[in-house]
T-cell receptor, first 113, second 112 residues
Framework: AQSVTQLDSQVPVFEEAPVELRCNYS??????LFWYVQYPNQGLQLLLK??????LVKGINGFEAEFNKSQTSFHLRKPSVHISDTAEYFC???????????FGTGTRLTVIP | ETGVTQTPRHLVMGMTNKKSLKCEQH?????MYWYKQSAKKPLELMFV???????ENNSVPSRFSPECPNSSHLFLHLHTLQPEDSALYLC???????????FGPGTRLTVL
């Protein structure tokens, strides 16, 4: 069975500071990894994904994530956050060849002016 | 309209009511999904339709009944719901079930 753990339910950070949102997963087979963002009153939007190849993945809005197979992690980073980055961020994993996306419980990022 | 749309955006219903949620995608996709998003819990996949055939049904109670009349439309029919069914219901679509899913804005459902 697969699962996704986002240990930090809330992360406050000052504007222009760096941020890292943590994601760990458990799976006995190879997986694809995703980060989604949800702004208030909106659906989820894909930020970035890891399917194969380079372990450092760049996404939209200046975000990037690094796949670490040995630590089963896929942490999301941004070197300098903006007020507009305030949102809920979800990590998700899908086993290769399967339909189901498994999501974490989300991390609420609040950027403080 | 572009992307994935959902109506209504908000719905309040009693436990004895019957209502339906509607999802429409304008992306030319052939797979559609229903998810339930409850506070402090991971998104739960409820149903998956691929080429209008249901391919996943994750032990969802029978009071939720999906319908996919064509590849652009997906419905979730609701009847005799419970208060614990109150949640945000998200629809998504993709081109093939192995590709990126695009989400709608959701329907906020409150069961009284």
């Amino acid at each position: 069975a697969q699962s996704v753990t986002q240990l930090d339910s809330q992360v406050p950070v000052f504007e222009e500071a760096p941020v890292e949102l943590r994601c760990n997963y458990s799976s006995s087979v190879s997986v694809y990894l995703f980060w989604y963002v949800q702004y208030p009153n909106q659906g989820l939007q894909l930020l970035l994904k890891y399917l194969s190849g380079s372990t450092l993945v760049k996404g939209i809005n200046g975000f990037e994530a690094e796949f670490n197979k040995s630590q089963t992690s896929f942490h999301l980073r941004k070197p300098s956050v903006h007020i507009s980055d305030t949102a809920e961020y979800f990590c998700a994993v899908r086993q290769t060849g399967a339909n189901n996306l498994f999501f974490g419980t989300g991390t609420r990022l609040t950027v403080i002016p | 309209e572009t992307g994935v749309t959902q109506t209504p955006r908000h719905l309040v219903m009693g436990m004895t009511n019957k209502k339906s949620l509607k999802c429409e995608q304008h992306l030319g996709h052939n797979a559609m999904y229903w998810y339930k998003q409850s506070a402090k819990k991971p998104l739960e996949l409820m149903f998956v339709y691929s080429l209008e055939e249901r391919v996943e049904n994750n032990s969802v109670p029978s009071r939720f009944s999906p319908e996919c009349p064509n590849s652009s439309h997906l419905f979730l029919h609701l009847h005799t719901l419970q208060p614990e069914d109150s949640a945000l219901y998200l629809c998504a679509s993709s081109f093939g079930t192995y590709n990126e899913q695009f989400f709608g804005p959701g329907t906020r459902l409150t069961v009284l």
